[in-house]
């Protein structure tokens, strides 16, 4: 056993090399460019683990990193997790699977980062599956006495532990530390690290649907336009599997029977403020043109009884693009939802290759598992990179390092506390989650579910089942699902804001309430451990607390972290730093303003605004307290923002000695053409 030595490569963020790490990564996939100006801006920090407190085993096969943990430490993040938000005392098994169902840290995103409540976090650069001991095994050491129950009563089988132990098959890796001081800030540092969060169109963050999987055009349009009927809003129309003439495998070519005329549909459906994204796995049926080109860049073995093209060679992923490009981008298609590269081996109907399977490059089928979510983002977003579009879609598995590429995580699990639990954990490992509504057996399941959605990265109705279900599936609640879509449209210039920071400084947008509990810099106090493990309430921006209510609940407990909370609808004050109850009814999900907060609201339009539009806002300003907002302002559809054309609009709030409280907002320098008009302060006190 040896230590490691750091050396610093980013302003708070260390690196140790271990052995000899092999060279196909997460972050090699990706090629993270570190965002230096926001990792600039974060606090200076010494190295925050005690000198000579890491050290390493390396074996022909198998290595092993220790790192100390303290008695009162815990352990969060690593990935995209269901079931536990703090995992010290557990063993975490970071392989990538689609059925993530027991508490062994398998899911669909397995991240190799946590983050210690302490205040620094590690992440583990490796394409290898990794086991993560949280706590949860103790090593022998002569050093150090075993703690005996002097009744002679059995102990715990696995006492308490001072270490974490990263187990992998690997002859070395990176290993990474990011220092604080506040546990947000480790996460910030990671995101800039990795890049900085995507900043997605703004048409992506409105109302999306997914209609039945075999719907033919027609019957897409007439849904389309039954939401323009309503005055529904919604932004875009994904098509699932059958838009394909083959899709199980793929064929990535459009169906003659259902999709006779592709591109007169896709114009159709632009015109009326739609845009269109596309279902996809990359399992290539034989009845594609591109299967002989591909044949010979694929890996050993079939999926669905399709090739598996090796996408970390150019010239597959050029044929591919090539074909994107000229069958989907050229008609008008805005993204893509990337199925099926997390498959499960336990199930009858798997959808995975096997870690032995070889692929042409030299990986082998546990590297390519891993990161295949990541490379196919990589992939299909360097086309809309090229056209200097922004693109937004879905995935189904991802890893450490993909920060910034623009896809939202969703699973076929359905429950909804597990969802709910899921947006929570991804803000720590620099994930988008959508927990999308897909169907419900009640009017209640289908509020509940449809309140969150609007609360979260990406809003979601998948009707691509049976059922198909609509907004109006139940017309007894069809004003509450039409209020949600609506104040979803409203909040659009807040969470595009957000979304603006989440790049910028590396801000998650919607985090788990760990992160705002610890974001004061003393250290955490014991009593408050088990607040940092809340998992049914979370923040979505800076000054919104949303606490959602589940199927059969007519009132619920809500942690309100220290100072003054606002009722968003009713204006009520809440002192924090307790624990309320509240009884909402169905009508209303609990969402808390901070004292202070800044909200900007536009109007309840039927689609998001396009570059060169101009919406008016109301302003909101909750409480007593001074308040400051920065609303982000560009064209919200090209990259120009990262060539300098954006502009932030400082929105503030003073407060008089009696009481008086005054808006401003900053405008642009002149000739700058902005997406906000009149501006109309409200006060709620």
Known sequence: ????????????????????????????????????????????????????????EVGPRRMVVYLPLAEDEGIF???LQFIKVNHRGRTRYLRVNSDPQEDTGETHAPVPFYVSSKGYGVLV???RIVTIYCGSCTRRDPRRPSRVDPTGQPSAPTPFSDSVEIALYAPGVNLYVFAGPTMLDVVRRYNLFCGGGPLPPRWGLGIWHRPHSWFTAQQVLAVAQEYRRRGLPCDVIGLEPGWQSGCYPSTFEWSPERFPEPAAFVRALTADRFRVNLWEHHYISPLSKLHPRLEPHAGSHTVWGGLVPDYTLDEPRRIVQEQHEKEHLALGISGYKLDECDGSELTPHSWIFPAHAAFPSGRDGEQMRQVYGLILQKLTYELFRRRDRRTYGLVRA???????????????LYDHRRYVRALCNAGFSGLLWTPEVRTADSPEEWVRRWQVVCFSPMA??????????????????????????????????????????????GTPPFRPMALEITSRPQAVAAEEMPLLAIDDQFMAGDSLLV???????????????????????????????QTITVSPGLE???????????????????????????????????GTAPGKFRLFDDDGETFAYERGHYRWIDLEVTIAPDGTQQGRATRPDAGWVSSYGEMTWRFIR
């Open 460 to 505: 979601l109705l998948n009707a691509f089942q049976a059922e198909a279900k609509m907004p109006w599936t139940y017309p007894e609640v069809e004003p509450i699902i039409r209020k949600y879509m609506q104040l979803r449209m409203r909040l659009l210039p807040y969470f595009y804001s957000a979304f603006a920071r989440y790049h910028f400084d």
């Open 77 to 79: 993040g690593l990935g």
């Open 1 to 56: 056993m040896s230590n490691v030595a750091w050396s610093e490569v980013a302003p708070g963020v260390w690196r140790a090399t271990v052995g000899e790490p092999e060279p196909f990564t997460p972050l090699s996939v990706v090629g993270c460019e570190p965002a230096l100006a926001g990792l600039n801006e974060l606090p200076q920090a010494p190295f925050p683990l005690p000198a000579d407190s890491v050290s390493a």
């Open 588 to 622: 209303k999900i609990p969402v808390f303003v901070r004292d202070g907060g800044i909200i900007p609201l536009m109007p309840a339009l039927p689609y998001a605004p396009q570059a060169g539009e101009t919406v008016p806002l109301e302003i909101r300003h909750y």
């Open 547 to 577: 606490a959602p209510l589940f199927t059969g609940e007519t009132s619920r407990r809500v942690y309100l972290p220290e100072g003054a909370w606002y009722d968003f609808e009713s204006g009520e004050r809440f002192s924090g730093g």
């Open 125 to 127: 650069d490796t394409a």
């Open 398 to 412: 991802t890893t450490a390092g993909g920060v910034s590429l623009p896809y939202v995580l969703y699973s076929d």
